[in-house]
């Protein structure tokens, strides 16, 4: 198995790519050295297969062998989370990234204990996890919003809230047909507020409960995006299925 490294869009598309930064870091803790071969990803979809050619004390020098393109998400989702406390929200970026989860869009809601925002540490938890899930796009992570933001600015098809006092169980919400992208929305440790959850079923959201049982807030969404992957997305894939683009 080759080790796999992200790099920038820009440097991947030399024919002699420079890898710095934590690119760099990652391959001196993996004692690469000069003649190995490694897997680079620009995040979106771009490989290449690299031989290293030069070391020096802050960067690399990678000459490309092989370049092509890797598509995934059958099911573009997309989750829209309650921030919750620290430790949590990054356990869950990081399970949300291993179930194919494709954004993730904090929100301050009414019961939110008002917590920072740390997005170089949330981009990283991100990066690693889609590194070491084999994810060849790096999924997004959006900027911490109030909730009625990101109520407004929701697109999706398939729009679902995760609220344990909705009449309506899961299976009665999910159509046939997969639908072309869908969006999760999961309250934080206190779940919504009343007007929250109207204010979502007015933006389209269906109210989903999950049955008698209480989850955590870092178990919920998990658990659905479980759910829908099978349904819809690729847990029904075959590992070695490739849907590869050579260029
Ligand atoms: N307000 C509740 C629990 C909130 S659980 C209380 O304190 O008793 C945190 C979030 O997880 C909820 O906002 C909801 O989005 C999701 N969740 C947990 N259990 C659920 C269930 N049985 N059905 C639907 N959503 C659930």
Redesign the pocket.
């Given at each position: 198995m080759m080790h796999r490294l992200f790099v920038s869009p820009v440097a991947l598309q030399e024919r002699l790519v420079v890898i710095s930064d934590e690119a760099f870091h990652h391959l001196s803790v993996l004692r690469l050295r000069v003649g190995d071969e490694v897997l680079l990803l620009d995040g979106s979809g771009h490989l290449a297969r690299v031989i290293l050619r030069q070391l020096s004390r802050s960067t690399a020098q990678a000459e490309v062998l092989e370049r092509w393109e890797e598509g995934e998400a059958l099911l573009p989702l997309r989750l829209i989370q309650?921030l919750p406390k620290g430790e949590k929200f990054e356990w869950l970026l990081e399970k949300g990234v291993e179930l194919g989860i494709s954004a993730f869009t904090p929100v301050l809601t009414a019961?939110s204990q008002l917590r920072g925002e740390k997005t170089a540490r949330w981009q990283r938890i991100i990066q690693e996890a889609a590194r070491q899930s084999r994810r060849p796009l790096l999924p997004v992570l959006e900027e911490l919003q109030p909730l009625a933001a990101a109520l407004t600015a929701t697109t999706e098809t398939l729009r679902l809230?995760?609220?344990?006092e909705?009449s309506i169980p899961l299976n009665s919400a999910l159509p046939p047909q997969a639908p072309a992208s869908c969006v999760l929305?999961?309250?934080?440790?206190?779940?919504?507020a009343a007007a929250e959850a109207d204010l979502a079923m007015t933006a389209g959201f269906i109210p989903?409960?999950?049955?008698?049982?209480?989850?955590?807030?870092e178990?919920?969404?998990m658990a659905v995006a479980a759910v829908l992957q099978n349904r819809y997305g690729d847990f029904g894939t075959s590992s070695s299925g490739k849907d590869q683009v050579r260029c």
């Open positions: 309650g019961r809230m995760l609220w344990e909705g929305l999961v309250g934080p440790e206190g779940g919504f989903v409960s999950l049955g008698k049982r209480i989850l955590r807030t178990t919920a969404g």
